[in-house]
Nanobody, 122 residues
Framework: QVQLVESGGGLVQPGGSLRLSCASSGFIFSVAAMSWYRQVPGKERELVATISSAGASTNYADSVKGRFTISRDNAKNTVDLQMNSLNSEDTAVYYC???????????????WGQGTQVTVSS
C-alpha cells in the first residue's frame, strides 16, 4: 500500500526552473525522513537533498546547494524539490525516497517512487 509518486519533471532550458513533487500514501509520513535522489544512466544513484521528519533540518549535495530547495508538507503528505538555475548536469531521473525506523517489529522501512525524468537542454 505504500506509494510514492513523483511528478513535475520535463524538459527545461538551461537557467530555467522546475518544481518536482512527491505524493505519499500508505505510511505515517510525519515520521519519515524524505529525500530526493537522481540517477544518470551508467552512474550510481546520487543523493540530492534530504529533509527531516518535521522539516527542521535539510541537507543538500554540494552540486545543488544554493539552487535547489527541498520542502515538505506533513498535512498533505508531500515533499517537493524546487530546482532553479538548472544546467545540463542536472539532467537525470529524479526519485523520491522515504525512510524511517519502526519497532514493532523493529525494522527500517525504505521506500522509493518510480522516478520522473528531468532534461535540461536548449
Amino acid at each position: 500500500q505504500v506509494q510514492l509518486v513523483e511528478s513535475g519533471g520535463g524538459l527545461v532550458q538551461p537557467g530555467g526552473s522546475l518544481r518536482l513533487s512527491c505524493a505519499s500514501s500508505g505510511f505515517i509520513f510525519s515520521v519519515a525522513a524524505m529525500s530526493w535522489y537522481r540517477q544518470v544512466p551508467g552512474k550510481e544513484r546520487e543523493l540530492v537533498a534530504t529533509i527531516s521528519s518535521a522539516g527542521a533540518s535539510t541537507n543538500y549535495a554540494d552540486s545543488v546547494k544554493g539552487r535547489f530547495t527541498i520542502s515538505r508538507d506533513n498535512a498533505k503528505n508531500t515533499v517537493d524539490l524546487q530546482m532553479n538555475s538548472l544546467n545540463s548536469e542536472d539532467t537525470a531521473v529524479y526519485y523520491c525516497n522515504a525512510k524511517y525506523l519502526t519497532y514493532f517489529p523493529k525494522r527500517v522501512s525504505d521506500y522509493w517512487g518510480q522516478g520522473t525524468q528531468v532534461t535540461v537542454s536548449s
